[in-house]
């Protein structure tokens, strides 16, 4: 029904920048925010960044401390796409990053977490 499609990612300098694109498709009614968590060997998925994208929030962004002032998250509204700008990388940012979208389809009520396949970051040193 619904399919989140991350792109973008791969090896990278410190001190570099990746831009990552998240394409959500299918019975789509609703987006009620986009989010995109990572998760490092070894480690728990964590929230990176979320942005709301509907109602009196619309617009607006949460970060992860570690995160602030580098990483910028922004959406498409019309191509149901989200954006990751991630600058000044660091080998600590080293981890799959994957695409959450909560979003309510034609043929249901609610609204459902979705995830996409995940896109690997790497950073080097």
């Known amino acids: 029904q619904v399919r989140l499609v991350e792109s973008g990612g791969g090896l990278v300098q410190s001190g570099g920048s990746l831009r990552l694109s998240c394409v959500a498709s299918g019975d789509i009614r609703f987006i009620a925010d986009m989010a995109w968590y990572r998760q490092a060997p070894g480690k728990e998925r964590e929230l990176v960044a979320a942005i709301t994208t509907m109602g009196p929030r619309n617009g607006a962004t949460n970060y992860a401390d570690s995160v602030k002032g580098r990483f910028t998250i922004s959406v498409d509204d019309g191509e149901n796409t989200a954006f990751l700008q991630m600058n000044s990388l660091e080998p600590e940012d080293t981890a799959v990053y994957y695409c959450?979208?909560?979003?309510?389809?034609?043929?249901?009520?609610?609204?459902?977490?979705?995830w996409g396949q995940g896109t690997q970051v790497t950073v080097s040193s």
């Open positions: 959450n979208g909560r979003i309510r389809t034609w043929r249901m009520y609610d609204f459902k977490s979705y």
